[in-house]
């Protein structure tokens, strides 16, 4: 499993709102000067360059200088470093639970242990979602359950 460290998707957040202002064919400063805030030429850089870390106030304000959701933002930037995180789960202890709310998991473990994934796997977060509606829960609710019959490991 890889790991990304939120510096990188820091960097992935600045890459694309840069390339958010520059398909627009705006500058900084041009867009400092209509939004009516001259120090907003170096908050942008800094965003962009992921020299200094935003809040999310900040995220919410830059995705209001291009129309966008935060979240569409942050998808754009998981996509630019092919963020899957995965949630590594037992899947032996997983295919032989005995709770009914989890036989839906347990088939899904047992195809990927029949599949030569084992004895531990990561579910990403397709598979989690997928599973924790075929079990009729939420993922959190699927990923609590987990931890107690399949010791979990993010």
Do not use: F
């Not at 890889?2 to 705006?26: I, K, Y």
């Not at 962009?48 to 304000?61: P, V, W």
Request: some cysteine; charged content about 20%.
């Amino acid at each position: 499993m890889t790991t990304t460290d939120t510096g990188e998707l820091a960097h992935a957040v600045g890459a694309e709102l840069q390339r958010q202002r520059e398909s627009r064919g705006w500058s900084r400063p041009a867009l400092a000067t209509w939004s009516g805030d001259p120090a907003l030429t170096r908050t942008l850089r800094t965003w962009e360059k992921a020299s200094r870390s935003m809040s999310l106030r900040q995220l919410g304000d830059a995705c209001q200088l291009y129309q966008l959701r935060p979240s569409e933002l942050l998808a754009r930037a998981e996509r630019r470093i092919c963020w899957n995180p995965a949630l590594t789960v037992d899947l032996v202890a997983l295919a032989a639970t005995r709770l009914d709310t989890l036989r839906p998991a347990a088939r899904v473990a047992g195809n990927m242990l029949d599949a030569g994934i084992g004895p531990t796997g990561g579910l990403s977060t397709n598979v989690l979602a997928a599973t924790a509606d075929r079990c009729r829960l939420s993922v959190a609710h699927l990923i609590m359950l987990l931890s107690t019959e399949a010791p979990v490991r993010p």
